[in-house]
C-alpha cells in the first residue's frame, strides 16, 4: 500500500538524490527460471499492461500480464504466442477495452520470420490466438503499431523480394480483419537497396509511415516519409525527408500531435576539421500541415556523437531526448521547445554523471510532467547497471534530482515507462537479474508533494520462519514481514553476520541450503532498509543438522521354536544422534512379538529433531531342529497273542507331530496321521515292531522295539 512520502535525501559519490516520490515495491512479474527481455508497458486510466519476451517454456515465447488497479497488484503471466517457434520484440498498443500486441516468430514450418498479431477485447483479461499477418516467404521483423478508435495499423521490415522493404496491413473493425499487405517502399523502383527501422502514427485520418532506406538514386542512406489523408486506405508519394546526399541517415523516430508531425534520425556527418572522421547527430524536422509540407532540418546535437533519439509531446512543448556527449562517456541530454517545435534551447545534461555510463533513454509525458528514464552503468561504489529516473513537472525548466528507480544488486537494462494522467502514477518495466536469472520487473510511483522533513522511521522487520530455536535440515525458506511508513526498498539476508542474499519485492522470503554449513547452531538475520536508509534487523538461531541417527542394532538372531505358532523373541536397539534425538528407534516387528517359523526382516528407525531418519534392519530367524518323541506304549515286548494284536504308539513334538508310522519286521506297514495312533495286527508269527514320528519341520524319531507272537 502506497503512503504518504517525506523529503529523502540519499549520498552517493556522484550524486545527491532528492526524491518526493512515493515508490512501490517492486513486482516481479515474469517470476520465471528462464530469461525474461524485451519488456513493453502500456497504461490507460487503472489499467497497467505489460508485454515480454520470455524463454522459461523452453522457446522464446510473449508473454503478458496486466493489473486492474493501477499497477498495486497484477494478474497471472499469459503466454500469448503459445508456440514452438522462437517468439521476439513485442510491441504493444491499447484504445479503450482493446488491448493489441504485434511480435515476430520464427516458425519451423516455414522456416522463416512472420509478424503475428493477438488482441483483447476485454481488457487484457483474454487473448484471441495468433495471427499471422505477414504469411510471406522472406524474413519479417522489426514490427510496429498504432491505432486510433476502431483502426489499428501494422508496419514491419520484410526481404520477401530479396532486399528490406517496409510492408504495412490495416484493420478497420478493431484488428477483427485486415488489409491485404501493402509493399509501402517498393514504389521507389527496384534499385535494391534495404530499408529499416520501419514507424508508423496516426492522428485522426491522418496516418505516417517513416523508414531508413538506401534504395534508390537518391545514392545514401535516407529517412523517407509516406502520408495517407484517407486513414490509410491508399498513400501518396515518398517524402525524402533527410534528403542528406553525401551522409548516412537512419533509426527515426515520429510523433504526431493534432495537426503536427515531428520525426527525429540520426545522421553520420564529417567531424569539422577532422578529414575521414564522422559522427552521428540528432536531425529534427517537423510539419504543422498534417504532413503536407516540412520546415527546415535542424541539427539538435551539434558536435559529439549522438544516438536513441526519443521524442515526446505536450501541448507547444516538444522534447526529444537523447544519449550522447563529446566525451568518452555518454550522457543523457535533452532538447526542448517551447514554441510547437520551431526552435530548441541548448542542450540540457540530465545525467550529468562525469564518471558513469548513461544510455538508452525512454520518456513519457503527461501535462507538465516530463519522466525520462535511462540505464546508468555505475562505477562507484562497485560496477553495476541500474534504472535511473528523473521528472520535471513544469515542462522541463526545472528538474528534480535523480532517483535510482531499480536500487538492485544485479543488472537492471531496457527500461520503459509510462504514465497515468489522473494521478501523474509513473509505472516502469525493465529487465533484472538480481532474482538470479532475467526477469520482468515493474515499480510504480506517485508524485508526492515535498516536506521539510527527513524520514526517519525505520522499518519494521521480523523472521516469520523458521522460529527461533528451529532444527532446520536441506534447504529451508526463511520468511519475513516487513514493512515501513513510506516503503521498504530492500531485505538482506545473513547467516552468521555474511551477507547471503538480497530481496527487493515483496513478499520477503530466501531459500537457504544448510548443507552448505556445518552441524550446530547458526545466527539467521535479516536487515530491512528503507529508501532513507533507515534500516532495522531481526535475528534468530537455528541449528542446523543434516547427519542422521545412528542406530546399534544386534546381529542376526537365531532361535529355536517354541510351538507351531513361533517364539517370542526379544532383542535391544539403541539410538544416538549428533545433535538431538526426537523419537526412536522404532522397530517394526517390535521386540517381544512373536516371530512365526522362518526368517522376519525387523526393521527400525529413528528420527533426529531437524527430521533426518535413519533406517537398520537385521533378521530373527526361527528353525525348528528338535525331533519328536515317540514310544511303543502297548503290548510289552515278548507278548503272545492270539488271532491278532493291538499296538499303541506315544508321540510328541514343539511344533506338532505330522504323522506316525508302524514298522513289522522292517517294513512299513502302517500309517497314522492324527491321534490315536494304534495299529491292529493279525497276521501270525513272530513279529518284530518300532513306530517312527515325523515333525512338521521334518524332523524324525524312532521309538524302542518290541516282539510279539500271534498264533491262530
Known sequence: MLTSTVLLLIVSPNHVYALDLNLSSTINLSSNTGTATQPRIAATGSNVFAVWTDNTPGNNQIFFAKSTDGGATFGGAINLSNSNGIALVPKIAVSGNNVYIVWHEYRAAVDNYDIYFAKSTDGGAKFSSPVNLSSTTGMSSNAQIAVSGSYVYVVWMDSTIGNGETYYRRSSDSGVTFSSTTNLSNNLGSTGGANS??????????????????TGNFGSNEVRLLRSTDGGVKFGSVINLSNSASSASDSPQMVVSGGSLYVGWKELLPIPNSPGSYSYHMMYKRSTDNGATFGSTLDLSGNGNYDKQQIAVSG?????VMQGGTSGLTEILLARSTDGGAKFGTLINLSNTALSLSRFPTIAVSGSNVNIAWVETLTLPTTNNEIYFVRSTDGGSTWKPITNFSGNVGSSEDPRIATNPSDNSIYAVWRDVTPGNYDTLFRKAVTQTLQTQLDTTPPIVSITSPINGAAARGIITVSVSASDNVAVSSVQLYVDNVLKATDTSSPYGFS?????????????????????????????????????????????????????SGTKVTFTVTATDNIKLASGPTCTPASGSIFPLGTTTVTCTAKDAAGNIATASFTVTVRDSKA???????????????????????ASDNIGVSKVELYVDGKLSYTR????????????????????????????????????????
Open 197 to 214: 527501422f520501419p514507424q508508423v502514427a496516426v492522428s485522426g485520418s491522418y496516418v505516417y509511415v517513416v523508414w531508413g532506406d538506401d
Open 316 to 320: 507547444t512543448n516538444v522534447y526529444v
Open 512 to 564: 537457504l541450503d544448510t548443507t552448505l554449513y556445518s552441524d550446530g547452531v547458526h545466527a539467521i538475520k535479516v536487515v530491512a532498509k528503507d529508501s532513507s536508509n533507515n534500516q532495522a534487523s531481526s535475528q534468530i538461531s537455528i541449528t542446523m543438522d543434516n547427519t542422521k541417527p545412528v542406530i546399534f542394532k544386534p546381529a542376526n538372531i537365531v532361535v529355536e521354536a517354541a510351538s507351531s
Open 628 to 650: 519328536p518323541t515317540v514310544s511303543i506304549t502297548s503290548p510289552t515286548s515278548g507278548s503272545a497273542f492270539k488271532g491278532s494284536a493291538t499296538v499303541s504308539v506315544y
Open 673 to 712: 496321521t492324527a491321534t490315536p495312533y494304534t495299529f491292529t495286527i493279525n497276521n501270525n508269527g513272530q513279529h518284530s515292531i518300532y513306530a517312527k514320528a515325523y515333525d512338521k519341520s521334518g524332523n524324525t524319531a524312532v521309538s524302542n522295539t518290541i516282539q510279539i507272537k500271534i498264533v491262530g
